[in-house]
């Protein structure tokens, strides 16, 4: 099942309050981007987060969930608590190593 444009609408209102985050669609889905670097996506009208450290820390309750077959487990972050996500994605970017040179 593909995201709806609709979804990732709501998404990027709710991280409105952050600078630097950039999305690219991919096959239905979409990839998020906080100041150049992956820090998860919107997967069957899902907004997950890359497990790192950090967002594990300040998320300790948030389910581990599948975002596609064969992928890894992220993070269901709870979008609805706007404080929560400006706090957790630039603490996850942190933890993430910077972007490669094209």
């Known amino acids: ?4 444009k609709d979804y990732l609408t709501f998404v ?5 309050a952050l600078d630097g985050i950039t999305y690219r669609a991919m096959m239905g889905e979409y990839v998020l981007y906080y100041q150049g670097k ?3 996506g919107i997967y069957d009208d899902r907004f997950l987060l ?3 450290a950090s967002a594990k820390a300040l ?5 581990l969930e599948i975002p596609y077959d064969g992928a890894k487990g992220m993070l269901l ?6 404080e929560l996500m400006a706090r957790v ?9 910077a972007p490669k040179k094209k």
């Open 1 to 4: 099942m593909a995201s709806s």
């Open 12 to 16: 990027l209102g709710q991280l409105s």
């Open 38 to 40: 992956v820090i998860g």
């Open 50 to 52: 890359k497990p790192t």
């Open 59 to 63: 998320m300790p309750d948030a389910p």
């Open 77 to 82: 972050a709870d979008i609805d608590n706007r």
């Open 89 to 97: 994605i630039p603490a996850l970017a942190a933890d993430l190593p």
